[in-house]
C-alpha cells in the first residue's frame, strides 16, 4: 500500500479539519459559510485521497462516520436501524456507474427506480406503536439522534395517531416553505433581528428549540419518504411503501414516481425545469431501486446505502450570447432546438451548444437570436440555457413547419409539445437509427461509430439496417475510402459476424422502437423467442396486460409490428441472426395459454410467482377480465376475489398451483 507524503498527508489533514468544521456549521449551528456544491468536492476529493493512501486515514475523518451532529439539549436515543445519508452524483455518467453496480446483483427485469425531490431539511423518525406516536428522533450522528418528539407532535402535518397497531417506524424530512420562511423571516426583520439565512436553517433551528409553542407558530411541513423494516408490513417495493404510508394518511410527496431506466435521464432533465418553482426548496432527485427486496442484499459502505443515490443539479453558470437556433431530429423524428453560443467556460468544458427542447420553451422563456442568456450545466449531456439576462429585442424566432433534414412537414403528435417528423426515409432519422442500431449499448458493433456511418451513408454503402450485414459485398468500395484500408475493413466486417450471433432482447432494443428501452425488450424477449412469434400476436395479447410494460409502449410496439413494410424488413434481419439461450428457462408447458391474476399474501413475493407462471408457459396479468383463467389467491386478498367470483373465474391457493405447475404431460 502507498505511503503519503508529508504534503499529501497535510493536505488531507486539512480537509479533515475544514469538512468538520463544515459539518458542525451545517447540522449543529444552523448556519453553514459554504455552499453544498464545495462541501461535496472537497468530501470527493478526500475520499479519493483515502482510497489511495488507505494508511493514512485519520480516525476523525468525515468518511468514517455517517455525518450529522447531536445536540446536548435534547436526549440522546439509539436508532433501531442505522440512518445513513445518500451518495451523490452530480452527471449521468455517475448515475450510470451506480446503475451498472445494481446490474451486478439484481436481473435487469426486475429493475426500475423510484423519484423524489431530494428536500433540503431535517431528517426525521417516527415510531408509532398501537396507532400511537411514541418517538421521533433527528438523524444526530446516524447512529443516535436526538429526542424531539414533544416539538414534532406540534407539526400539523404529522398525525398523533394512525390506523394501525402494529409497531412502525417511518422516516422522512421536516422542512419550512418558501412562504413560511418569508413569513418568519419578515416576522425577525420587524423586530430589528436578523432571521435565518435559508428555510433549511429555520426548520433545522426551530424543531431544536426547547419550548415547543415557537415550534408551533412557525409552521413547519414534512414528507416521509421510507419505511423501515418494509417486510414487517408485506411490503416489497419502494412504490407500495408511498402508498402504504399515504392511506395511513402521513405526508408523502405527491411528485413521487417510478420510472424505467430508460427514461431516468430524461427525468432527470425535466425535473430540472421544475424544481425552482416549487413551494419548498430541493437540492437534488432522489433515486432508489424500486424493489426493496435487493436492498440488503446491495449493501452499504460505511455511510451509504447501494440501493439509492442523490442527484444533485450543479448549478455552475455562465453568461453566453446565441447566435443562432437550429431544430435538429433525432431517430424517432422528435425535434430538439439547439442554441448555437458564442463559446464559454462552464465546468472545465468549452460550451458551444444548448439544448432549447421545444419550440414551447423558446416562446415560455422569451428567446431569441443575439440574446445573452444563462448557460448551467446540470447533469446533462448537452447544457441548457436558465435565462435570459439581456434581450436584444422583441422575439422574431418562428416555429420550424418543416424537418430540417427531409423538409417534411412536421406534426404534434400523442397530444404533447413535440414536434415529430413523420416521414419515414428522413435521411438523418435514418442516421440516428443506424447510430443508435450499432452503439455499445444495442448491438454493439465496433467499427462503425458515427462518423463511420455517416461517411458509409454519404457514399451510398450504408442506407439501412440491412444494408450493414451485406457490407462484405462493398469491399472495394470501403477501401477506397480515405482512411479505410484492409485491417480496418476487416475489423468492422469481424465485429458484424460476431454479433449476428446474439440475444433476441438485444436486437429488439436496436431496433429503436419508440418507447421500447433495454427493460421491455427484455420482458418482450421472455414471451417471445423471435419475430415470427411477435409478428403473428398482432394484438399482442401475450404481453397486453403483462405487468411492468406499459401502454404506450405496447400501443407503439403494437402499430410498428402490423405495419407491412416493418414485417418484410424484420423477417429480412432474422434471417441474418443467429440467437443463443438466453436464462430465460421453460421449466414445462403446464400452463401453456392459460391466464393468471394474483392477490393477497403468498409464502414468496409476486415476483416469484409471476416468473414461475411465464417459465411454465402461463401468462400474468395485472387485472381480471372473462379471459382470466386463474386467481392465485393468498391470504388478506382484496377486491379481486369478488371480482372474480362475480366473472366466475377459478380461485386457487399456494398449493393448488403448485399442483398444476408440478402435474406429468
Same mark, same amino acid.
Given at each position: 500500500?502507498l ?14 479539519q475544514k469538512?468538520?468544521?463544515? %459539518? ?7 448556519n453553514p459559510?459554504?455552499?453544498d456544491?464545495?462541501?461535496?468536492k472537497?468530501?470527493?476529493e478526500?475520499e ?9 486515514i485519520?480516525p476523525n ?12 439539549k435534547?436526549?440522546?436515543v439509539l436508532?433501531?436501524k442505522?440512518?445513513?445519508s ?5 452527471n449521468?455518467d455517475?448515475?450510470?456507474k451506480?446503475?451498472e453496480n445494481?446490474k451486478?446483483? &439484481? ?7 423510484? =423519484?423524489?425531490?431530494?428536500i433540503d ?5 417516527l415510531?408509532y406503536k ?7 428522533l433527528t ?17 400539523d402535518?404529522?398525525p398523533?395517531?394512525i ?6 417506524e ?8 418558501? @412562504?413560511?420562511?418569508?413569513?418568519l %423571516?419578515e416576522?425577525f ?5 436578523k ?5 433549511r ?6 424543531l431544536?428549540?426547547?419550548?415547543n409553542k415557537v415550534?408551533l407558530?412557525r409552521? #413547519? ?11 414487517k408490513h ?15 394518511n ?10 424505467e ?6 427525468e ?9 418553482? =416549487? ?8 433515486i432508489k ?6 436492498w ?6 460505511a ?10 443539479y450543479?448549478v455552475?453558470?455562465?453568461i453566453?450570447t446565441i447566435l ?29 451548444n444548448?439544448t432549447?427542447h421545444?419550440?414551447n ?13 444563462i ?6 449531456i ?6 435570459? &439576462?439581456?434581450k ?6 418562428h416555429k420550424?413547419l418543416f424537418?430540417?433534414?427531409c423538409?417534411?412537414e412536421?406534426?404534434?403528435i ?5 414536434q415529430y417528423?413523420?416521414n419515414?426515409?428522413c435521411?438523418?432519422k435514418m ?7 450499432c452503439?455499445r449499448k444495442?448491438?454493439?458493433?465496433a ?13 451510398? *454503402?450504408?442506407?439501412n439496417i440491412l444494408d450493414?450485414?451485406?457490407l462484405?459485398e462493398?469491399k ?30 438485444? *436486437?429488439?432494443?436496436?431496433?429503436g422502437?419508440k418507447?421500447?428501452?433495454e427493460?421491455a425488450?427484455?420482458?418482450?424477449a421472455?414471451n417471445?423467442n423471435?419475430?415470427? @412469434?411477435?409478428?403473428?400476436?398482432? @394484438?399482442? @395479447?401475450?404481453?397486453?396486460n #403483462?405487468?411492468?410494460i ?13 405495419d ?5 424488413f424484420?423477417?429480412k ?5 443467429n440467437y ?23 409464502s414468496?413475493?409476486?415476483d ?8 411454465h ?11 382470466t383463467?386463474? =386467481? ?7 377486491s379481486? =376475489?369478488l371480482k372474480?367470483?362475480?366473472l ?18
Amino acid at each position: 500500500m502507498l505511503k503519503a507524503s508529508i504534503e499529501i498527508k497535510k493536505h488531507m489533514l486539512d480537509l479533515v479539519q475544514k469538512i468538520n468544521q463544515w %459539518n458542525k456549521e451545517y447540522f449543529l449551528d444552523n448556519n453553514p459559510s459554504v455552499s453544498d456544491l464545495v462541501y461535496d468536492k472537497a468530501l470527493l476529493e478526500l475520499e479519493e485521497l483515502e482510497k489511495k493512501y488507505p494508511l493514512d486515514i485519520n480516525p476523525n475523518s468525515p468518511t468514517q462516520n455517517v455525518g450529522g451532529y447531536l445536540n446536548n439539549k435534547f436526549q440522546k436515543v439509539l436508532h433501531d436501524k442505522e440512518m445513513l445519508s445518500l451518495s451523490k452524483a452530480y452527471n449521468y455518467d455517475e448515475i450510470t456507474k451506480f446503475i451498472e453496480n445494481i446490474k451486478k446483483i &439484481v436481473p435487469i427485469e426486475k429493475i426500475n427506480f423510484s =423519484l423524489e425531490p431530494k428536500i433540503d431539511g431535517l431528517s426525521i423518525s417516527l415510531h408509532y406503536k398501537n396507532g400511537y406516536l411514541i418517538r421521533a428522533l433527528t438523524r444526530g450522528d446516524g447512529k443516535e439522534g436526538e429526542d424531539v418528539t414533544d416539538n414534532i407532535k406540534v407539526i400539523d402535518s404529522i398525525p398523533k395517531i394512525i390506523n394501525y397497531e402494529n409497531s412502525l417506524e417511518v422516516r422522512g424530512e421536516i422542512f419550512l416553505s418558501k @412562504e413560511n420562511f418569508k413569513i418568519l %423571516n419578515e416576522s425577525f426583520h420587524k423586530k430589528g433581528e436578523k432571521g435565518f439565512a435559508n428555510p433549511r436553517n429555520a426548520a433545522s433551528g426551530t424543531l431544536r428549540q426547547l419550548d415547543n409553542k415557537v415550534v408551533l407558530e412557525r409552521n #413547519l411541513s414534512a414528507f416521509l419518504y421510507e419505511l423501515v423494516e418494509p417486510n414487517k408490513h408485506n411490503i416489497n417495493t419502494q412504490k407500495d411503501a408511498i402508498k402504504f404510508i399515504k392511506e395511513l394518511n402521513l405526508p408523502v410527496n405527491n411528485l413521487f414516481k417510478v420510472v424505467e431506466i430508460e427514461d431516468l435521464e430524461e427525468e432527470i432533465n425535466n425535473f430540472a425545469e421544475i424544481k425552482n418553482n =416549487l413551494a419548498y426548496d430541493t437540492d437534488g432527485l432522489v433515486i432508489k431501486l424500486n424493489n426493496l427486496t435487493y436492498w440488503e442484499k446491495l449493501g452499504k459502505t460505511a455511510k451509504f446505502p447501494k440501493h439509492s443515490i442523490a442527484f444533485k443539479y450543479d448549478v455552475e453558470q455562465a453568461i453566453s450570447t446565441i447566435l443562432d437556433i437550429k431544430a435538429t431530429v433525432g431517430r424517432t423524428g422528435k425535434i430538439t432546438y439547439v442554441a448555437n453560443l458564442t463559446p464559454v467556460e462552464l465546468n472545465q468544458t468549452i460550451v458551444q451548444n444548448a439544448t432549447l427542447h421545444n419550440y414551447n420553451f423558446i416562446k415560455l422563456h422569451n428567446i431569441d437570436i443575439g440574446d445573452e442568456v444563462i448557460i448551467i450545466k446540470a447533469g446533462e449531456i448537452i447544457p441548457k440555457i436558465l435565462d435570459t &439576462v439581456n434581450k436584444k429585442s422583441a422575439t422574431n424566432y418562428h416555429k420550424v413547419l418543416f424537418c430540417p433534414s427531409c423538409n417534411y412537414e412536421l406534426k404534434e403528435i400523442e397530444g404533447n409539445v413535440d414536434q415529430y417528423c413523420l416521414n419515414k426515409f428522413c435521411e438523418e432519422k435514418m442516421i440516428n437509427s443506424l447510430i443508435h442500431f450499432c452503439s455499445r449499448k444495442a448491438l454493439n458493433i465496433a467499427g462503425l461509430g458515427e462518423n463511420t456511418i455517416r461517411e458509409f451513408f454519404k457514399n451510398n *454503402i450504408l442506407r439501412n439496417i440491412l444494408d450493414i450485414f451485406s457490407l462484405e459485398e462493398k469491399k472495394e468500395i470501403i477501401q477506397n475510402l480515405p482512411n479505410f484500408g484492409s485491417l480496418k475493413y476487416k475489423n468492422i466486417i469481424d465485429s458484424i459476424n460476431e454479433r449476428k450471433k446474439c440475444k433476441f432482447s438485444d *436486437i429488439l432494443f436496436a431496433l429503436g422502437i419508440k418507447h421500447l428501452g433495454e427493460r421491455a425488450s427484455k420482458i418482450l424477449a421472455n414471451n417471445y423467442n423471435n419475430f415470427a @412469434e411477435l409478428l403473428n400476436d398482432k @394484438e399482442l @395479447e401475450k404481453i397486453t396486460n #403483462l405487468t411492468n410494460i406499459g401502454p404506450k409502449t405496447i400501443e407503439s410496439l403494437k402499430n410498428y409490428i402490423n405495419d407491412d413494410e416493418n414485417k418484410l424488413f424484420l423477417l429480412k434481419l432474422e434471417s441474418y441472426l443467429n440467437y443463443f439461450e438466453t436464462n430465460k428457462m421453460s421449466l414445462s408447458n403446464n400452463l401453456f395459454n392459460l391466464s393468471f391474476a394474483i392477490t393477497g399474501k403468498l409464502s414468496k413475493n409476486r415476483d416469484y410467482f409471476q416468473n414461475l407462471i411465464l417459465s411454465h408457459g402461463g401468462k400474468v396479468s395485472n387485472s381480471l377480465s372473462s379471459k382470466t383463467s386463474y =386467481l392465485l389467491a393468498g391470504e388478506d386478498a382484496g377486491s379481486k =376475489l369478488l371480482k372474480a367470483k362475480e366473472l366466475k373465474i377459478k380461485i386457487i391457493n399456494e398449493e393448488e398451483f403448485n399442483l398444476l405447475i408440478s402435474k406429468e404431460q
